[in-house]
């Protein structure tokens, strides 16, 4: 369902008047990615559930006043985001968090039906590759290729210009594509080698 959709289809029950299916399709379309982005920042499960709950409830009692808005997904991960910082400052937990210490986890790389011809290494080594990327990179890659954001809309949730959020995908892809050269390379390499071994004449025979 595209952004657009999701934003009527919510604006939707509050034309008629139904607040609690409201909150409900609410929730059921962004809390779970809402909560996984925020623990990100707040390691602590429950804090985040607190703090993702808080913000959806907050959302919820707009009401119809979000017709304004854009994109919804991005209004409440921007909302999660600061949620997060001023729960953290307030714990006194951080003065300014460096993104070395934001926990950044990717979903395992799954192929589609296209790659399924792609190799269990290959794709292990692409895995790494990504792993691999400095924490800004990572979370950039992270929202585009997980929670399906466009460069721009990722650039409104972590404060950052479109110009930043092209480079660091761009060195996200220059990694990838290292990787799969890499691995690529030393596949010929290996098949040659083979292929050259069993090429190779039997001295024995031959006397």
Request: with cysteine; charged share 30%.
């Amino acid at each position: 369902m595209m952004h657009e959709e999701i934003l009527r289809d919510y604006l939707r029950f509050w034309e008629h008047h139904d607040a609690e299916g409201a909150y409900r399709f609410l929730s059921k379309h962004f809390y779970v990615p809402a909560l996984r982005f925020c623990m990100h920042w707040v390691s602590d499960e429950e804090d985040a559930k607190e703090l993702v709950y808080d913000v959806l409830m907050r959302v919820w009692q707009k009401g119809d006043h979000l017709r304004k808005i854009r994109n919804l997904k991005v209004y409440i991960f921007v909302a999660v985001r600061n949620a997060a910082l001023n729960f953290l400052q307030q714990q006194k937990k951080i003065h300014t968090l460096s993104w070395d210490e934001v926990d950044i986890r990717l979903s395992p790389l799954e192929p589609d039906p296209a790659q399924l011809l792609i190799s269990s290494e290959m794709i292990s080594r692409i895995q790494d590759a990504i792993d691999k990327l400095p924490p800004k990179c990572k979370m950039v890659f992270k929202l585009i290729r997980e929670e399906g954001f466009r460069n721009k809309d990722v650039a409104e949730i972590l404060h950052i210009s479109v110009n930043t959020i092209d480079n660091h995908l761009a060195l996200a892809m220059r990694k990838i594509s290292e990787a799969i050269h890499l691995y690529t390379q030393e596949n010929t390499e290996s098949s040659i080698q083979k292929a050259t071994t069993r090429k190779k004449p039997d001295k024995n025979a031959e006397s």
